[in-house]
């Protein structure tokens, strides 16, 4: 089967028109940085014209990015590619056949957060649109972020039915997983090294030919298909895993009344060889679409792909899931440090008036995908609080998850008009601007409360005004004495 392979792509030449299929944080940038790259001549954006997502096709073939969080470079990158004619956005899925290679970037959210089972529809969806249009000696790839055998079995089986080819035969399939942080979607594309696992050697070469031009400092690392999926999966647990190892770090530092960052820079501290102490960064929980999901991604893939039985400690709970669950609880300890800080004033969580700073999950980004702000909004309220969202960056239009009822303003004064506790959930730049006098006004009481979790707020300022603080790990200072 590889020498057939290998016989169609040397038939058809060198990769020169590449369709991405799902234009978002993903699919964007790369199709964008395939189009500036000298090797290819043509890429083609595939988005569907649905009424949520279809705005993003006009904007895009007038040189616009519909990502307005700041992404360096990406806006007039956008520009110069649409402007040389070498970038496409359309809704006609028909012109996958025109295509050298494809690739897919579509995400993997849960069916409903509470059973933690992965909607692979819209995958699903974009798969059996490459099939139809799939000519011999195409190479398909796949960037979404998946359960470790879904390349070689389900994402197999459905273009392969839906073609009537043969993968690793007739075409080449290929698992290539982003590995991008949103704020440095170009610079991660182009330095990251990039994990290249095709079916067999010949899509994994074809794939390492495809990825290779818009690399700078990156390089290639190829691998099976299986092994590219537990790879993407396993680097998002084990972020994941060493947030909560900072957050329970943080949870005891409160306890013990003593500052979490000075532990941390101690602990940073302790370098030379051989040594690694890596500590990240604690805080109001995690979000994103990558980090609250892939550890189950990964923890199903032990079912999928395992050969013989898993051996383990019998009746003990998996630890990245643990720490999945550490994650998922900061936001209510959230709740916990805001209804304290209301106790100190004399006042109850129920009839109080919230402003949440910050929807987005990330500082300076409009990303809001599983925020950890909505559970402690649905909290908050449930509890009887007055919740106003605030938020610079995210698009009170278009953002995620935002609960019914909930509204997003961009009016920084009237969420904080009357406010009894401000409560910041992102380290955006404007929130670290903050003046306490200017935000003690707006609230208009003279004990308001500060809840710190992103570390932003330097807690003396805010206590000289008269506020109430709690902060993640901030044990050094959530038992303040009251001024005044």
Not at 248 to 260: D, P, Q, S, T
Not at 455 to 470: L, M, R
Request: charged share 25%.
């Amino acid at each position: 089967m590889n020498e057939k392979l290998q016989q169609l792509f040397s038939e058809r030449g060198p990769i020169k028109t590449i369709g991405v299929i799902g234009m978002g944080y993903v699919g964007i940038p790369a199709a964008a940085l395939f189009a500036d790259a000298p090797a290819f001549d043509q890429v083609y954006g595939f988005q569907r014209d649905s009424q949520s997502s279809g705005y993003k096709i006009t904007m895009l073939n007038a040189g616009e990015s519909p990502l307005k969080g700041e992404e360096p470079g990406l806006d007039s990158l956008i520009a110069k590619v649409v402007g040389e004619k070498k970038f496409t956005c359309t809704a006609d899925f028909s012109k996958i056949a025109e295509c050298d290679a494809v690739t897919l970037a579509i995400q993997t959210p849960f069916k409903d957060p509470k059973d933690l089972i992965p909607d692979f529809t819209p995958l699903i969806d974009g798969i059996r649109n490459v099939g139809r249009y799939l000519t011999p000696g195409t190479l398909v790839v796949l960037e979404s972020t998946i359960t470790p055998g879904t390349t070689m079995g389900m994402a197999r089986e459905i273009l392969e039915e839906e073609s009537g080819l043969v993968a690793g035969e007739d075409f080449g399939l290929a698992h290539a997983p982003e590995r991008v942080m949103v704020g440095r979607l170009l610079k991660n594309i182009r330095e990251h090294d990039r994990i290249v696992g095709g079916i067999n050697d010949v899509s994994t070469e074809r794939a390492c030919e495809l990825y290779g031009p818009v690399l700078t400092k990156g390089q290639l690392i190829p691998m099976s298909a299986t092994a590219a999926e537990v790879t993407k999966t396993a680097e998002n647990t084990f972020r994941d895993l060493q947030i909560a190892a900072v957050n329970e770090l943080a949870l005891y530092c409160e306890a013990m009344g003593i500052n979490v960052y000075d532990v941390r820079a101690g602990v940073d501290s302790l370098k030379g060889e051989g040594i690694t102490r890596a500590i990240l960064w604690p805080g109001a929980g995690v979000g994103g679409h990558c980090l609250t999901k892939d550890t189950y991604h990964l923890e199903r893939g032990v079912s999928v792909v395992a050969a013989e039985p898993l051996d383990y400690p019998e009746g003990r709970e998996s630890l990245f899931v643990l720490a999945r669950g550490i994650n998922d609880f900061m936001p209510a300890h959230m709740l916990k440090l805001t209804k304290d800080a209301l106790a100190r004033v004399g006042k109850d969580i129920r009839g109080a008036k919230i402003a949440l700073l910050g929807w987005a999950f990330l500082n300076d980004s409009d990303d809001a995908r599983n925020t950890p702000a909505e559970p402690f909004y649905q909290a908050a309220v449930a509890a009887g609080a007055e919740v106003r969202i605030h938020d610079p960056w995210v698009d009170p239009k278009t953002a995620p998850d935002v609960p019914e009822g909930a509204e997003i303003t961009h009016d920084f004064d009237a969420v904080l008009s009357g406010a009894d506790a401000v409560v910041i959930f992102a380290g955006h730049k404007e929130y670290r601007a903050l003046v306490p006098a200017a935000v003690k006004a707006r609230c208009g009481c003279s004990h308001p409360v500060l809840v710190d979790g992103r570390n932003v707020a330097e807690p003396d300022a805010w206590i000289a005004e008269g506020f109430v603080y709690k902060g993640i790990g901030r044990g050094d200072k959530n038992g303040h004495p009251l001024d005044g």
